[in-house]
């Protein structure tokens, strides 16, 4: 079909504009230098549950982006640019979940114009090339609207509960992310009859412990240091 087609090119184009020069345009930085040699440790065995500290005392951000990198990172023969790269794959993944979104709500051409602005911007585009846990969330945030929009449409015990998954890790990654979390919980009030409420919220609930539990696991055996 035209509209996939389309989206093919504008993956391309974003891919490229990603991608090209990466290891020239690329920045490294001190909290990029903590989080790479953190999964450098992960990749040799030295496993972590808790990740690098935010701007908030002793506040930290969960280590979910460290096990995704760290593969990566073995991959490159521990270059620095496998972060970027893996910023970059996530950002392609936002677009595509862009599109969908755009489907679902409106209409394939909305979805393809949203996906192509994401594709270009010069600021996204600079973000990806970062391997920043505040520059990550992206795909997750994409990712937990989809499966709300999907929601919308058709109520599935099964997607409730991954989307309170995702919402437990994308809270991981980075804490900017808690908007997100309760646009979760109030959209029972906007797209959901009363009836269901309680078993929305028991399921979102439950992935979201399932999602979250690396944190609350080191909290529990640190006596809540976080």
């Not at 521990?78 to 209409?107: E, R, T």
């Not at 015990?157 to 998954?165: E, P, R, Y």
């Not at 919220?201 to 609350?216: A, D, Q, R, T």
Request: glycine share 6%.
């Amino acid at each position: 079909r035209s509209s996939i087609l389309i989206l093919i090119i504008i993956l391309t184009l974003g891919a490229f504009l990603r991608f090209y020069r990466i290891k020239e345009l690329a920045t490294f930085r001190g909290d990029q230098a903590i989080e790479l040699s953190t999964c450098a440790k992960i990749t040799q065995g030295k496993f972590t549950l808790i990740g690098i500290k935010t701007s908030n005392s002793e506040v930290r951000n969960g280590a979910v982006m460290y096990y995704i990198i760290a593969p990566f990172l073995y991959l490159f023969g521990y270059d620095p640019i496998a972060g970027g790269f893996v910023q970059s794959l996530l950002s392609l993944l936002a677009i595509v979940l862009v599109f969908l979104i755009g489907k679902k709500f409106h209409s394939e051409q909305v979805g393809l114009f949203a996906a192509f602005l994401l594709s270009t911007s010069a600021l996204l585009v600079r973000y990806s090339r970062q391997n920043l846990l505040a520059y990550s969330p992206l795909a997750f945030v994409a990712f937990a609207f989809y499966f709300l929009a999907t929601l919308q449409k058709n109520f599935n015990s099964k997607i409730v509960f991954v989307l309170g998954l995702i919402l437990g890790v994308m809270l991981q990654v980075h804490y900017s992310t808690l908007a997100v979390v309760l646009a979760c919980t109030a959209a029972p009030f906007i797209f959901f009859p009363r009836k269901i409420w309680l078993k929305y919220y028991f399921l979102i609930l439950l992935g979201f412990v399932v999602g979250f539990s690396p944190m609350i696991l080191f909290e529990l055996r640190h006596e809540f240091f976080n």
